[in-house]
């Protein structure tokens, strides 16, 4: 009887389990099959073992995509964080005016990665860009972000948070609306003042939250792509590519697939690594502040 049990609750994850394996494992294995190769679109292929990983550790322009994939996710995710959370705050109201303005910040998310660029072009182009314009009203000087090697890594991460702060503001607002009241209650009858109010209560009742944001923005931003590719072409000097734009380039610019698999799985490596680290780090903290 339990083993019939046991084939029905099978048969039942069966369909999901087949189309898990063929969208993500399959794929992953394949890759990995791919990376032992030297491979190309037009040929078979033959098999070099560790041949590319080798080749890529001794790629200097592997390695600054990668050293530039982590500064610029450094660059997003605390002040996308911070911003998220701190939308979300103000907004975490009845209500029509706080739930358009909601709307309107949320509504960014929504654009394709084409459009982000688009706008964010028009805006930091130094002779007809918006803020090329509002400078020259000033009578300062534009400053060239797409084309300076110190300006290219904060324009993308000022592109990118634009375009991504909506999802983050509407976990922490679920979190937000998931703090029982009367804890703020009790708050006020023992007169605590605001900032009190948000660090004794509102901060410690979020902790998974931001957790969870910094992960999936941390996972997200190590595959930043678009906005390298289309605002700046990885340039200027290289100064823009991020490890996911190598791959692109390597792949479809120089159709080396068994090349480009190899700096894939490494890439994929690296954002399990700090991922799990992260997860590894707040549980520790977490753990540590609930025995207290």
Avoid: C
Avoid at 16 to 39: A, E, K, M
Avoid at 125 to 151: I, Y
Avoid at 268 to 275: D, S
């Amino acid at each position: 009887m339990t083993s019939a049990r046991d084939w029905r609750g099978f048969l039942f994850v069966a369909p999901f389990l087949l189309l898990y394996s063929v969208i993500l494992i399959f794929p992953l294995l394949r890759g990995l099959w791919l990376s032992l190769n030297q491979v190309d679109l037009f040929g078979a292929g033959h098999f070099v073992g560790a041949g590319n990983y080798v080749r890529l550790a001794r790629d200097p322009v592997f390695g600054a995509s990668l050293v530039q994939t982590f500064e610029v996710t450094l660059m997003i995710v605390p002040a996308l964080t911070v911003i998220a959370l701190a939308l979300a705050l103000a907004l975490n109201r009845g209500g029509r005016g706080a739930a358009l303005m909601r709307g309107i910040f949320f509504s960014s998310a929504v654009l394709s990665v084409t459009i982000v660029t688009l706008i964010w072009r028009f805006m930091l182009a130094p002779d007809a860009g918006f803020l090329g314009f509002a400078a020259k009203a000033f009578g300062v000087e534009p400053l060239p972000f797409l084309s300076d090697e110190h300006l290219v890594l904060p324009a993308l991460a000022v592109t990118t948070i634009w375009w991504s702060v909506g999802f983050p503001m509407l976990l922490f607002l679920a979190g937000l609306q998931q703090i029982p009241e009367d804890m703020y209650e009790a708050a006020a009858l023992d007169n605590a003042g605001r900032w009190t109010t948000l660090w004794r209560i509102t901060l410690p009742s979020l902790r998974r939250t931001v957790v969870l944001v910094v992960m999936l923005q941390t996972a997200a931003q190590l595959q930043l792509f678009g906005q390298s590719q289309l605002l700046t072409a990885g340039g200027p000097s290289g100064a823009s590519r991020t490890a996911v734009l190598f791959l692109f380039e390597t792949a479809f610019g120089r159709w080396e697939l068994g090349y480009a698999s190899a700096a894939a799985e490494v890439l994929f490596l690296i954002i399990l690594a700090v991922t799990l680290t992260q997860y590894w780090a707040t549980g520790r903290a977490t753990a540590a502040q609930d025995g207290r």
